[in-house]
């Protein structure tokens, strides 16, 4: 029998959320990482750094809730003024600076007031296909004189929510979670559609990856100078490529897909193509996915596979963690597929997209799916995920999985019998209502961040409600008497 934890069992223990709470009521957060900064050995090795590569350029760069990136350019010059000054943002600029409907700026109207992002100095890399430019990571915190919050972490900076996240399931289990991830994304241009039979799939076909041959060899280029091990790489659809790098800690692994969809965009400028991580361009093809590979580590030691147990693959911890992502799947959908085309993908039939809470061996139409290699391949996020945000939340659900003790009940595939645990959200409205029914997901972060996505995803919901599209027309235009 599946056991999902209630509310009233969550609330009787430790949880992540009861530590990040005090993580974002920490004053000093803003004065210990500044005492980091302006350090003589690091600003003397971050001015070493600026002219020994000959940067004249900084983008100061933070990711939104959206998942794009918002920046300032500094001259480089003054590398050891922001580095003890930092950068400072108009608040609504980690919202998107989006206008609801009503015409209100969401995230505090124009009136909002400004927070302050200090650099990170390990996050300094050289943009490959300009060498006088540099980039560097911020983290976003209250100004200091801020009566009360001064100094804490900021409530909407996704990507400070996952370390801290992450560092308090480290806390609490003792254990790291990796993750890599596998972002889908089409190219539009002349020469990349692939050549196949009707009813037949262009993929992994060499004729067609050699229409991308010119692309994927730059993007790989960019993606190894700032970073990033890239390992493989395939033709999945029509314009659809699949490149892939190696696992890590999810902090780095997030960072690593927002540096990789930077440079798939700067590539299709330099090609003269466009591309897009749109999770459904088109009906009939595979929509974009990015799949997140999981694995726990007890230092160098994968503790989610079981070698004993070939038939199942996974140990009793990987069946708890798997259980507490079983049971929180629906309430995350809001973060995990986050926009109204990101539904596309589940409507669209025999594309792979998993449309029920479930997990299997090897199976590639499962929620969750189970390879001999000693990894959870979690199949629901898409290409326009917020990487950080999606493994703050499985990290939450994870820890009480672990926890609790979840059973995830058989997989599918085991000739074993097989629990209904139901069906995941299929609009994004749909998503929105689970997402605030879940308390451990709605828990998991900070409530000023938490009622800025749903602000901002209703708004995103009604704009596509009350939109008039051509559908409407073929549908009504002539049929109503």
């Known amino acids: 029998m599946t056991t999902f934890a209630t509310p009233e ?26 005492a980091a900064n302006t350090c003589s050995d690091v600003v003397a090795e971050m001015e070493r750094k600026v002219a020994e590569s000959g940067v004249e350029f900084i983008y100061y760069m933070l990711p939104t809730l959206g998942a794009k990136v918002v920046a300032k350019m500094v001259p480089a010059n003054h590398i050891a003024r922001n580095l003890e000054k930092g950068i400072f943002f108009h608040r609504t600029a980690l919202s998107d600076l989006q206008t609801s409907r009503e015409g209100s ?14 650099p990170e100095p390990d996050t300094f890399q050289v943009l490959p296909w300009d060498t006088k430019v540099a980039r560097m ?87 190894k100078a700032m970073g990033l091990d890239m390992i493989e790489g395939d033709y999945e659809d ?40 749109m999770p459904k361009p088109y009906n009939g093809v595979m929509g974009n996915g990015c799949h997140h590979n ?19 693959h996974v140990s009793e911890i990987g069946r708890h963690a798997i259980g507490g992502i079983l049971a929180h799947a629906v309430g995350s959908m809001m973060i995990m597929a986050s926009t109204v085309n990101s539904y596309k993908r589940f409507w669209d039939i025999g594309q792979f997209a998993p449309s029920a809470v479930s997990w299997g061996l090897d199976s590639r139409s499962s929620l969750i799916r189970i390879s001999g290699v000693g990894r959870i391949e979690y199949r629901v996020p898409d290409a326009s995920v917020n990487p950080y945000l999606s493994h703050a939340l499985l990290l939450a659900s994870i820890s009480e ?33 689970e997402f605030r029914n879940d308390e451990l997901v709605a828990t998991a972060l900070p409530e000023g961040m938490r009622e800025l996505l749903i602000e901002l ?16 027309f073929d549908m009504y235009w002539e049929s109503i008497p």
């Open 9 to 34: 069992t969550v609330r009787e223990q430790i949880s992540i959320q009861q530590a990040l709470d005090a993580k974002y009521a920490d004053n000093l957060a803003f004065e210990r990482h500044l």
């Open 105 to 118: 700026l969401i995230g505090g109207g124009v009136e909002a007031k400004e927070f302050v992002g200090l």
């Open 137 to 223: 990571f911020c983290t976003a915190y209250e100004p200091p004189h801020f009566p009360g919050v001064g100094g804490c972490p900021l409530a909407v900076d996704s990507r400070n929510l996952l370390r801290m996240t992450h560092q308090a399931f480290t806390e609490l289990h003792g254990l790291e979670l990796r993750s890599g991830t596998e972002p889908e994304m089409t190219w539009k241009g002349e020469g990349l559609q692939g050549a196949s039979k009707p009813d037949q799939s262009p993929a992994y076909q060499v004729e067609n990856l050699e229409r991308m041959r010119p692309i994927y060899q730059q993007v790989v280029g960019y993606a």
């Open 238 to 277: 029509g314009g659809q490529l699949e490149l892939n790098w190696m696992y890590d800690s999810v902090e780095k692994t997030a960072d690593r897909l927002v540096t990789y969809r930077q440079i798939c965009k700067q590539v299709a400028r330099e090609q003269g193509v466009t591309a897009s991580f």
């Open 294 to 312: 999981l694995s726990l580590w007890d230092g160098e030691t994968n503790v989610l596979i079981e070698p004993e147990n070939p038939a199942l």
């Open 401 to 433: 999985g672990l926890r609790l003790r979840i059973d995830p009940g058989n997989p599918e595939g085991a000739g074993l019998p097989v629990e209904n645990l139901g069906k995941l959200p299929q609009t994004l409205g749909h998503a929105i209502e």
């Open 457 to 472: 995803k209703e708004d995103e919901w009604a704009r596509y409600c009350g939109a008039i599209t051509q559908w409407d």
